[in-house]
């Protein structure tokens, strides 16, 4: 059984969502939620190796916060039922939902085997985890549908 959430665990938890709210990685978080959508590994591609672009670093910063709050939980520094509850690790599900698609071919194509691992581990590695992400990626899979469907309608007009 794993062990009761401390009032340590808490501390931590405020201080990642206090880095979640610093004004850079607010913009980095808005960027992802609301403009990247990737539909293939090639879009991801396109941004991740865009080296000093500004779409880039929010990629990458995004994507390492979260890696790195999952890599505590996965080594037993951050309570992982605690985690998993929490409604702000929402994020982490839905970036991770929106890559899990080309995650494989992430992994090739940048030559690392471990990218989104830690990651990967938390959510998959629970009944809790799988069954909040599934519901995210429906949510995922209907605002791309709605997403196709405008970019339909724009090129129609």
Known sequence: MPKKASSEDARLVLRLYDLRRETEMRKARDWWAAQ???ESVED?????MGIGKQESKWLRQVAS???MAATLVNHGALNEKLFLELSCSGEMYFIFGKLRPFLKEIR???HSPEAFENIEKVILGSAVG????AVIEGNIRR???MLAKAKVSAAVS
């Open 36 to 38: 990247f959508w990737p």
């Open 44 to 48: 991801y591609m396109n941004i991740a």
């Open 130 to 133: 799988r069954r909040r992400l």
């Open 65 to 67: 916060f979260w890696e």
């Open 108 to 110: 090739e194509r940048t």
């Open 143 to 145: 605002r791309r549908e």
